[in-house]
């Protein structure tokens, strides 16, 4: 019985998939907060690359060829192995036949670097020379750090001061590779200097970080902001995960009947589910798509379909998405890459028109599910990716009591060996469950 399939580097997709064009309805656009006006590429290209900007808003290509530089850092590391999880689906006991992405094995550990590289890459050829960003667990400052020293930029992370405090070790990743890392609040802008004015103590929050990013991008020369989630082009770029995957699939002899991947703005989710999503849209089929979010943010099972900002500070343009207010502040779960308040603009508008659907799973159950894999699969996830387990482990539970034989896809989308401290706590009985306050 073959567990694992791989791709030949000949087999490697070439082109990124931008479901964008394929979409029955087209994602509404977004808008400026002052002029009300729809936000062009000249607008958004003074903050990010321009090719990002420009994939952003293309809703006519559906494929996008990846940069031969970038194809040849994927190189390293993809195709990433396609997993029957034979070892999970004996111990539920499930006629379902379960398979997973491994974006594990991604160098930084999560599938964040898909992205970071040809962001990165896309800045080197614009002439820019210092990209930033804000992280908050910092799986992205540390993929953006590596891909920024891959294609000699530099590099700035502003990190939550109190998520620096309490995983020390994320900004000496990030050190590592030679990026610059302040706690935010910092006293390095403006904006963090009157935080800091106004309440000495501000634990900083994604919020803080995100307005200091920004305001370094825009005062400072050649450089740009960059973002690992929620935006249009992370989601394009993050397509080689569903893409390699249908190729795995078909040496696997199998399609699947359920795709899933957990759920914070919808990169990951989009990147496995879009290239199926393709067959649905262009040929009928009948894959079914589910995003696993937090009990205790559940912006797809319980938000609101409106135009809010991305960012806490309201920096961003407005963005038409699924959201539970971007001044909401969700429990600190250890999940902390779902812990935010809105859902991507694709994702928003397809689960809008009833093409994705959404559940919400308490954390207590994503440690459970999170072991059991561990036990069962020799891999220790990310708190999110559990998320993405526990919602497989529901499905093919269903499975076993109907008896129904699905075939079952979801995204790991990290390893979890830097979280230990939250398994800790799962095991010595000391984590809860956050119910939905908002
Ligand atoms: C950042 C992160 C997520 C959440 O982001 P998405 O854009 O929703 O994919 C999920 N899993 C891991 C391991 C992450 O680092």
Not at 56 to 67: G, M, Q, R, S, V
Not at 196 to 221: C, F, K, Q, V
Not at 300 to 317: I, M, W
Not at 362 to 391: D, K, M, N, V, Y
Request: glycine residues 8%; contains cysteine.
């Amino acid at each position: 019985m073959q567990k694992r399939f791989l791709l030949d580097e000949s087999e490697m997709p070439t082109q990124w998939y931008n479901i964008q064009a394929d979409m029955p309805n087209k994602p509404m656009p977004p808008i400026h907060p002052a002029t009300k006006e729809p936000v062009g590429v000249d607008d958004l290209s003074h903050i990010f690359a321009r090719e990002c900007a420009k994939q952003e808003l293309d809703t006519e290509h559906a494929w996008i060829d990846i940069p031969a530089p970038v194809l040849d850092m994927y190189k390293y590391y993809r195709a990433t192995p396609l997993v029957r999880a034979y070892g999970l689906e004996q111990a539920i006991g499930t006629p379902a036949h379960i398979y997973f992405k491994n974006e594990s094995v991604n160098p930084l550990g999560s599938h964040k670097l898909n992205s970071a590289l040809p962001q990165c890459y896309y800045c080197k050829q614009e002439g820019v020379t210092n990209v930033t960003t804000e992280t908050g667990a910092g799986q992205w400052g540390a993929a953006l750090s590596y891909a920024a020293k891959v294609f000699g930029l530099e590099c700035a992370v502003y990190q939550v001061k109190v998520s620096m405090q309490q995983k020390p070790y994320r900004s000496s990743i990030m050190r590592t590779f030679g990026a610059t890392v302040e706690g935010s609040p910092s006293m390095s802008t403006r904006a963090g200097k009157d935080i800091i004015t106004r309440d000495p103590n501000h634990p900083g929050s994604l919020g803080t970080a995100i307005s200091e990013a920004i305001e370094l991008a825009t005062t400072t020369p050649n450089c740009k902001y960059t973002l690992g989630s929620v935006l249009n082009h992370v989601a394009i770029h993050q397509s080689i995960i569903g893409l390699e995957a249908e190729k795995q699939m078909a040496k696997a002899g199998e399609y699947p009947d359920v795709v899933i991947a957990c759920f914070g703005g919808g990169s990951n989710f989009g990147g496995i589910a879009f290239p199926f999503m393709r067959h649905n849209i262009l040929e009928g089929k009948q894959t079914q798509f589910i995003a696993a979010e937090p009990e205790c943010c559940p912006k797809l099972t319980r938000g609101e379909f409106r135009y809010d900002f991305g960012d806490s500070a309201g920096y961003t343009p407005l963005l038409p998405m699924f959201t539970l207010g971007h001044e909401f502040k969700p429990a600190n779960i250890h999940a902390g890459g779902l812990r935010y308040h809105g859902a991507g603009v694709i994702v928003s508008q397809l689960l809008k028109d009833g093409m994705m659907s959404g559940v919400d799973i308490p954390q207590l159950e994503t440690f459970e599910a999170a072991t059991l894999f561990a036990r069962t699969e020799g891999i220790i996830p990310a708190p999110e990716s559990a998320h993405a387990i526990a919602a497989t482990i529901r499905e093919a539970k269903r499975c076993a009591e109907t008896g129904e034989q699905k075939v079952i896809l979801f995204n790991l989308s990290g390893h979890g060996l830097i979280d230990m401290q939250a398994y800790d706590q799962y095991i010595n009985g000391d984590l809860v469950n956050y119910a939905y306050n908002g």
